[in-house]
């Protein structure tokens, strides 16, 4: 009897157990997704939405030929020119399923809109690019949504006020070394590293109130390696913002090798200002008082985590060094293929005197570089492709059904894409030679807000754009004009020939997109 009492018990307590665990599955799982099921079909049926095109896939449930396709373009240098084929074929909007994961792929400027600036909220980066991109950043304005990236945001505003960011005097002292660097004899110089480390130069002056001296003769050996890996570590950063669900199988020494020389160089650059605020404890404690505002100095004054102080700054860095470096690369890669766009180029500048370049205004004034950059940023974007997740179920306001025209509901965490390769690229805006460089198209250009996006829009509007396009000008006058440099005086370039075997631009994709086999030049300077 005792036995038959204790068996019935553990029976009843298993059974007891299976009742509760059944109706808790039901309250807070099954009954859950039910009504969010019925909310998001009455939300799709009063908004008239429809799913947009699909991507065609042979594996119908996980899209392993999809995933497959995508990273071929993305070895061969085509990632790019891959979407605007899909673009012209599936329409402006289109969903692919890759890996198993629905991703919604979009160059409608009416959802670009939606995205970036009248639903800003309900979209988000840090879901997508945190992980990712945190292993060599941290945590910072680049890779964070809510009121750690509105904070962060306010302190790196400052850094682009008008006084500062059009300072091209101070900026001058960094292209006066780079013209002592080249070759005067037309020897084939690679213009990519050149530019890389004239940025670097100047960023880090901006930031931490220190030059690396890499335009030297006898450059910063510690320096050098940090821009070689800050590199690497952007590509491999590209790879796992890509592959997120496989990161795990990524096994990459030399990738935690550069993260740790990244923030081992960052952090030496943090423990300098910190020495510096200390031994001028008024400018450390009162930046406003300092003619020029540094970041890292401003940092230290009001946080006290070192590693959070190293993060920001390499976030900021990151903004500032690669926009800046890569369109100017990306201009004389378009220049030394175009020699009547160089030449009419030099006609515009041979009158002004070199010592005006230095005001800002001169450099406004010439209209025919400010159309040179547009053309450059609308073919080769330095921001080649972007993405957002959506945080909350979301519309978008068009883009679905079999003409593109209805809304398309967009459930949370959701990834939507957008290329800007392919956006500049549509013949209805930019006629039917949109796939030409030719910066006399901006001439008469009508071109909507949305349909050209070379620096973002909306909130995250990339806050250096005016300090970038303004110094890739200042670069491009200056080694076409000449002037003082270093020791002596540059001649100016009488005209750029093109040293690469390989015409096409190339795309290399590190979290920007720029070329893989970088700007190979010859030189004829004037006499």
Same mark, same amino acid.
């Given at each position: 009897?005792?036995?038959?009492l204790?068996?019935?018990?553990?029976?009843?307590?298993?059974?007891?157990?299976?009742?509760?665990?059944?109706?808790?599955?039901?309250?807070y799982?099954?009954?859950?997704?039910?009504?969010?099921?019925?909310?998001?079909?009455?939300?799709?049926?009063?908004?008239?939405?429809?799913?947009?095109?699909?991507?065609?896939?042979?594996?119908?449930?996980?899209?392993?030929?999809?995933?497959?396709?995508?990273?071929?373009?993305?070895?061969?240098?085509?990632?790019?020119?891959?979407?605007k084929?899909?673009?012209?074929?599936?329409?402006?909007?289109?969903?692919?399923?890759?890996? +198993?994961? $629905?991703?919604?792929?979009?160059?409608?400027? =009416?959802? *670009?809109?939606?995205? /970036?600036? !009248?639903? &800003?909220?309900?979209?988000?980066?840090?879901?997508?690019?945190?992980?990712?991109?945190?292993?060599?950043?941290?945590?910072?304005?680049?890779?964070?949504?809510?009121?750690?990236?509105?904070?962060?945001?306010e302190?790196v505003?400052?850094?682009?006020?008008?006084?500062?960011?059009?300072?091209?005097?101070?900026?001058?002292?960094?292209?006066?070394?780079?013209?002592?660097?080249?070759?005067?004899? +037309?020897? $084939?110089?690679?213009?990519?590293?050149?530019? =890389?480390? *004239?940025?670097?130069? /100047?960023? !880090?002056? &901006?930031?931490?109130?220190?030059?690396?001296?890499?335009?030297?003769?006898?450059?910063?050996?510690?320096?050098?390696?940090?821009?070689?890996?800050?590199?690497?570590?952007?590509?491999?950063?590209?790879?796992?913002?890509?592959?997120?669900?496989?990161?795990?199988f990524?096994?990459?020494?030399?990738?935690?090798?550069?993260?740790?020389?990244?923030?081992?160089?960052?952090?030496?650059?943090?423990?300098?200002?910190?020495?510096?605020?200390?031994?001028?404890?008024?400018?450390?404690?009162?930046?406003?008082?300092?003619?020029?505002?540094?970041?890292?100095?401003?940092?230290?004054?009001?946080h006290?985590?070192?590693?959070?102080?190293?993060?920001?700054?390499?976030?900021?860095?990151?903004?500032?060094?690669?926009?800046?470096?890569?369109?100017?690369?990306?201009?004389?890669?378009?220049?030394?293929?175009?020699?009547?766009v160089?030449?009419?180029?030099?006609?515009?500048?041979?009158?002004v005197?070199?010592?005006?370049?230095?005001?800002?205004?001169?450099?406004?004034?010439?209209?025919?570089?400010?159309?040179?950059?547009?053309?450059?940023?609308?073919?080769?974007?330095?921001?080649?492709q972007?993405?957002?997740?959506a945080?909350?179920?979301?519309?978008?306001?068009?883009?679905?059904?079999?003409?593109?025209?209805?809304p398309?509901?967009?459930?949370?965490?959701?990834?939507?894409?957008?290329?800007?390769?392919?956006?500049?690229?549509?013949?209805?805006?930019?006629?039917?030679?949109?796939?030409?460089?030719?910066?006399?198209?901006?001439?008469?250009?009508?071109?909507?807000?949305?349909?050209?996006?070379?620096?973002?829009?909306?909130?995250?509007?990339?806050?250096?754009?005016?300090?970038?396009?303004?110094?890739?000008?200042?670069?491009?006058?200056?080694?076409?004009?000449?002037?003082?440099?270093?020791?002596?005086?540059?001649?100016?370039?009488?005209?750029?020939?093109?040293?690469?075997?390989?015409?096409?631009?190339?795309?290399?994709?590190?979290?920007?997109?720029?070329?893989?086999?970088?700007?190979?030049?010859?030189?004829?300077?004037?006499?």
């Amino acid at each position: 009897m005792l036995e038959f009492l204790s068996e019935w018990l553990r029976s009843s307590k298993v059974f007891i157990v299976f009742i509760l665990f059944t109706l808790a599955l039901w309250r807070y799982v099954i009954l859950p997704a039910y009504r969010q099921r019925l909310i998001r079909r009455t939300k799709i049926q009063q908004h008239g939405c429809q799913p947009p095109p699909s991507l065609p896939r042979k594996d119908p449930i996980f899209g392993v030929d999809v995933a497959f396709r995508m990273f071929q373009s993305y070895r061969s240098g085509q990632r790019s020119a891959s979407f605007k084929a899909q673009h012209e074929q599936y329409g402006s909007t289109f969903q692919s399923i890759a890996l +198993g994961k $629905t991703r919604i792929f979009t160059i409608d400027p =009416a959802n *670009l809109r939606a995205i /970036f600036s !009248t639903n &800003f909220h309900d979209w988000g980066v840090q879901p997508l690019r945190l992980g990712p991109w945190g292993l060599m950043l941290g945590k910072g304005v680049m890779n964070m949504d809510g009121s750690f990236w509105k904070h962060s945001r306010e302190m790196v505003q400052p850094l682009f006020r008008r006084e500062q960011a059009f300072d091209l005097v101070a900026f001058d002292r960094h292209v006066a070394r780079l013209l002592e660097l080249l070759p005067r004899h +037309g020897e $084939t110089v690679d213009l990519q590293p050149l530019f =890389a480390r *004239l940025i670097l130069d /100047f960023t !880090t002056e &901006f930031l931490f109130g220190e030059c690396c001296d890499c335009l030297t003769p006898h450059p910063n050996e510690d320096a050098v390696r940090f821009l070689d890996a800050f590199h690497y570590g952007q590509a491999a950063i590209g790879k796992r913002t890509q592959l997120p669900y496989l990161s795990i199988f990524i096994t990459d020494q030399k990738f935690w090798r550069a993260v740790r020389t990244v923030q081992d160089f960052v952090g030496e650059l943090v423990d300098h200002a910190a020495l510096r605020c200390a031994g001028s404890p008024k400018d450390g404690a009162d930046n406003a008082s300092r003619k020029r505002y540094v970041l890292a100095d401003e940092l230290l004054r009001t946080h006290s985590d070192l590693n959070d102080i190293r993060n920001q700054l390499l976030n900021t860095f990151l903004a500032a060094h690669d926009t800046t470096a890569v369109l100017m690369t990306n201009v004389f890669f378009h220049l030394a293929r175009h020699p009547a766009v160089y030449a009419k180029l030099r006609a515009e500048l041979v009158g002004v005197d070199p010592g005006s370049l230095a005001n800002p205004d001169t450099i406004k004034s010439l209209p025919y570089l400010h159309h040179i950059v547009l053309e450059t940023s609308r073919l080769t974007p330095v921001v080649g492709q972007s993405a957002r997740m959506a945080l909350r179920d979301t519309i978008l306001p068009s883009g679905g059904g079999p003409d593109n025209s209805a809304p398309v509901y967009v459930p949370a965490g959701t990834s939507v894409q957008f290329n800007f390769f392919a956006l500049h690229r549509r013949e209805p805006v930019f006629g039917p030679d949109a796939g030409a460089y030719r910066p006399e198209r901006w001439d008469a250009a009508r071109v909507g807000h949305w349909d050209f996006l070379p620096f973002i829009a909306g909130p995250r509007t990339c806050p250096a754009q005016e300090m970038a396009v303004l110094q890739v000008k200042y670069v491009v006058a200056r080694m076409v004009v000449g002037g003082q440099s270093g020791q002596g005086a540059f001649p100016g370039i009488r005209a750029l020939e093109n040293r690469d075997e390989c015409w096409e631009f190339v795309e290399r994709y590190r979290i920007t997109a720029d070329s893989r086999n970088g700007c190979k030049v010859a030189l004829a300077l004037s006499c």
